[in-house]
């Protein structure tokens, strides 16, 4: 793990061996307000993965104007392989373990094979309804099951398509992951007349070069588990979602997705990284190289935490969706277009703006 100016600040690991809970928080920064990060629940995460998207967290709501810090949660599960009850159990071990530093510190929230559900258990498990947010509406919460992050991403792409003048409409799309932010993304993509030609998500890739369709993607998820269950569908290892014929490439799912080694297979010219830290600034700068556009994690999936950030204030759905439509197109088009004009990429740029207002934050900060 690094540390450097700006933290991480506190690292906690926690572990119950009767629930066979073992978990990480990592607290990156609070200059500018509580670490605000979501709980990942998956079989091979670890601390240093938890630390780099606490980083991302970091950069994301500094750049996003919200009073948060950075932070991340990760639990060592399996959520597809646990029972309902199991998972219930590690998600109240964890909420125990780490109650030290929630809400004060830390402010949980959803993130992979966590939903509403689990933030509706880590609540009533901390007494506090500010422990998290992505809590169910019933709690006064803003479920990340309405599709922030998604709408989010989608305008990310709208915003960069424009400035690389390319038309949205008949754009042929690919997807990596159909969860949360995958799938609102692909409904909102479809809705605006691309065309998506290839879906992945744990269980493979599948492709259909007239385009699939948003609802039976749907349908194929809620009732067999995955998108291979797509009628007639082609499927193909997930992994080949990186030779996809298509113009624009979201990223969804894991993290690292892309790799130098991968570059020569991108046909993309446009790159919109969904999930967090799918690809290193330095594979970012050989992409840009070869004329591919990306928009960086922490500009275009804000969509949650934007959200987050309003229902921990309070707010209605309606508020949270206008404060994203107010940011994200106005920041990727900044940070586009600074790119442009200095010919370097745009995570090189977004992260010099985020990187400039935390250390300011922490000079004046009475506690660091
Ligand atoms: P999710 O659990 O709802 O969905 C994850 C999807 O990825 C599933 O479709 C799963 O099958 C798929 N997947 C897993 N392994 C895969 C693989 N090897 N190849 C292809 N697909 C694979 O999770 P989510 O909430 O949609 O989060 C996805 C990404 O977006 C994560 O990086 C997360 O940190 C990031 N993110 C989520 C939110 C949010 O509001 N949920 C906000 C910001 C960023």
Known sequence: MEFDAVGPEKI????????????FVVIDNTALGPGKGGIRMTGNVTSNEVARLARAMTWKC????LPFGGAKAGIIADAQQISKGHKEDMI????????????????????????????RIFAETIGDLSACTGKPAQMGGIPHEVGTTG???????????????????????????YGNVGSFAGKFLTQAGAILTDVSDKGGLIHDPNGLSHDKLMDAIAHKGSVVY???????????????????????AIPDRIK?????????KLIVEGSNIPISLE???????????????????????????????HGTEKEAFQRIEKTIPKN??????????????????????????????CKTCRYL
């Open 260 to 268: 130098a080694k991968d570059v020569e297979k991108i046909k993309a």
């Open 12 to 23: 906690i690991e926690v572990y119950n061996p009767k629930i066979g809970m073992h978990g």
């Open 151 to 177: 709408y989010g991403v989608f305008l990310a792409t709208k915003q960069a398509c424009e400035f690389l003048a390319m038309d949205l409409k008949n754009k042929k799309i690919a997807i990596e992951g």
């Open 230 to 252: 797509y009628p007639n569908a082609n499927v193909l290892p997930n992994d080949a979602i990186l030779d996809a014929e298509v113009d624009i490439l979201i990223t969804a």
């Open 283 to 313: 594979v970012e700068k050989i992409l840009h190289e070869k004329g591919i556009w990306v928009v960086p994690d922490f500009i275009a999936n804000a969509g949650g935490v934007i959200s987050s950030y309003i229902e921990y204030i």
């Open 332 to 361: 990727t088009l900044k940070i586009f277009e600074q790119s442009n004009a200095q010919g370097r990429v745009p995570r090189e740029i977004a992260l010099e703006l985020a990187q400039e207002k935390i250390l300011k934050a």
């Open 92 to 119: 109240i071990a964890f909420a125990n373990a780490i109650k030290i530093v929630v809400p004060d510190l830390y402010v949980a929230g959803p993130d992979i094979s966590t939903t509403m559900e689990e933030m």
């Open 62 to 65: 500094a750049l996003a104007d």
